[in-house]
């Protein structure tokens, strides 16, 4: 099945979002290709790069934000930006509007090559989720209701992103595993990929809290 994806743009204020999506011509992971292939030279600015994603919709840019901290591309000090960004993407999809975008951060530059390499390596990982996507359980997918919620977890991923667990493992992985499952969801009306979004939303929850408790313990453990 083509992918569907949603026809909403960036622009640099809100305006309500059109609720009608249209097919798209290629894959996902086709047009993550093609957009590695059409790079300019130089370092490319998170606006720039939202304005070539933009006509394929907000969603495919979430998509972006969170594929960094999935692959084997390192782009150090970038997951309280892209946390963020998610954060508001996801917002908008709540409120069925779209968001306004930090100018510090949407000027934020990345080299050409890592970006290429997040596309190209990106476009694996999606491909994967693609093969096993398809339309069911479409009451999680589609609908007023289920639609304001999947945009308040994605909303919630970009936060817990943006929790300072940065250095421990799967700190990172967990959130963005979870946006890019309720992304591919949404865009593929697949709703039992939604509900592995879902499960690792809960999943980094319960992980931070354990964190937190084992921190507290130690320190705890101190001032004995």
């Known amino acids: 099945m083509p992918t569907e994806i949603a026809d909403v743009s960036m622009p640099a204020e809100s305006t309500d979002v059109p609720p009608s999506t249209h097919a798209a011509a290629k894959k996902l992971s086709a047009v993550l290709v093609d957009m590695a292939a059409a790079l300019p030279d130089g370092a490319i600015t998170v606006r720039e790069l939202s304005e070539r994603i933009g006509e394929r919709g907000l969603l495919v840019f979430c998509l972006f934000l969170n594929l960094p901290f999935l692959l084997p591309v390192s782009i150090p000090g970038v997951s309280t930006i892209f946390g963020a960004l998610v954060?508001?993407?996801?917002?908008?999809?709540?409120?069925?509007?779209?968001?306004?975008?930090?100018?510090?951060?949407?000027?934020?530059?990345?080299?050409?090559?890592?970006?290429?390499?997040?596309?190209?390596?990106?476009?694996?990982?999606?491909?994967?989720?693609?093969?096993?996507?398809?339309?069911r359980l479409t009451s999680l997918a589609v609908g007023w209701g289920v639609e304001r919620w999947n945009g308040f977890v994605l909303m919630a991923s970009g936060l817990l992103l943006m929790a300072p667990f940065g250095l421990i493992p799967f700190s990172n992985t967990l959130p963005a595993l979870a946006a890019c499952f309720i992304i591919i969801g949404i865009l593929e009306?697949?709703?039992?990929?939604?509900?592995?979004?879902?499960?690792?939303a809960v999943g980094t929850v319960v992980y931070f809290a354990a964190l937190i408790a084992g921190a507290g313990a130690g320190v705890h453990s101190l001032i004995k």
Request: hydrophobic residues 50%; charged residues 25%.
């Open 189 to 200: 009306r697949d709703g039992a990929m939604i509900l592995l979004g879902y499960v690792s």
């Open 87 to 135: 954060t508001l993407v996801g917002f908008g999809v709540m409120l069925n509007r779209l968001p306004w975008m930090p100018d510090r951060m949407m000027r934020r530059a990345i080299p050409r090559d890592q970006v290429v390499r997040i596309l190209e390596h990106g476009s694996r990982f999606v491909a994967r989720l693609e093969k096993a996507a398809h339309p």
